[in-house]
């Protein structure tokens, strides 16, 4: 099917989408298969508030200090640059070039994706897009002596990688390029959730973790959960259906091999057809 003019596959269904940073374009592939989209963005990524850090671990990466770096998410490879080219452009060109001499180690195919437009290439991708699937990954190299650079995301410190790269014997530097904050007031989360509760909405697609945790957290575990059972839970990748699961939610879809929003439109398009009058 050609995405310039896509058939109706979605006509006259109801879908909820609470993607921040590509919404419109989420919300576009959607529509232009006949979808109806309730936009309720749950969570806004901005910059590090404070970037001297960042350089100095920028610069400490230039200096030659690390040998390894582990990419979490392709949105914290993008933030790494923006923070250079806002504040030290001069440091582009070292940063990109050692980055090349660095092993690249990959969270799923978003942070590959960021370092191919770099040029680059990742050398270690983990075959499970979760922090369990770095360690997996790791577990079958030797690290001891080694210096590794973690992107982590947002402000979580992930202590799970930390101290399983430690326990190897290797010394961690870590960098948090961007934070999460809410997008939607409160009010706007209860309105989709009585939207939910009614049984209007066909679908809601997830696409991170935070999404749901805010979620949980303006409409507290029961209703939420309530509210999830009234409709069919779509989401982008294993991290967010964990997130899920661990809540006692089911998920219905999830993209096979290759986490984006193109291939969950796919899936939903799959998975819910038109609907019927």
Not at 50 to 75: F, H, K, M, Q, S
Not at 113 to 131: F, K, S, Y
Not at 244 to 273: H, I, N, Y
Request: aromatic residues 4%; hydrophobic residues 40%; neutral net charge.
């Amino acid at each position: 099917m050609s995405d310039s003019s896509p058939e109706l596959t979605l006509a006259r269904r109801v879908i909820a989408v609470p993607e921040t940073r590509e919404l419109d374009v989420f919300a576009s592939l959607l529509e232009r298969r006949g979808a109806t989209v309730l936009r309720c963005p749950l969570i806004a990524i901005h910059d590090a508030p404070n970037p001297a850090p960042v350089l100095a671990w920028i610069n400490r990466i230039i200096g030659g200090e690390c040998e390894d770096l582990v990419l979490l998410t392709g949105e914290g490879l993008r933030r790494l640059i923006s923070c250079i080219e806002r504040h030290a452009s001069p440091l582009r060109d070292p940063f990109i070039a050692q980055l090349g001499r660095m092993r690249k180690i990959t969270r799923g195919p978003k942070p590959a994706r960021a370092l191919r437009e770099l040029g680059l290439q990742t050398d270690l991708p983990a075959e499970v897009a979760t922090t369990e699937g770095i360690i997996e990954l790791l577990s079958k190299h030797d690290l001891k002596g080694r210096s590794v650079g973690v992107q982590l995301y947002g402000s979580d410190p992930n202590q799970r990688l930390v101290n399983f790269l430690e326990r190897a014997g290797a010394r961690v530097l870590t960098v948090a390029p961007y934070v999460y904050a809410d997008s939607s007031q409160d009010t706007a989360v209860r309105e989709l959730d009585s939207q939910l509760q009614s049984g209007g909405v066909d679908a809601i697609a997830f696409t991170s973790m935070q999404q749901v945790q805010r979620f949980f957290d303006v409409l507290g575990d029961d209703v939420a959960r309530a509210a999830l059972s009234k409709t069919s839970v779509a989401v982008v990748g294993p991290v967010v259906a964990d997130a899920l699961t661990q809540r006692g939610v089911r998920v219905e879809w999830m993209p096979e091999d290759s986490f984006f929003l193109k291939p969950l439109t796919r899936a939903l398009e799959e998975k819910l057809g038109p609907k019927k009058d």
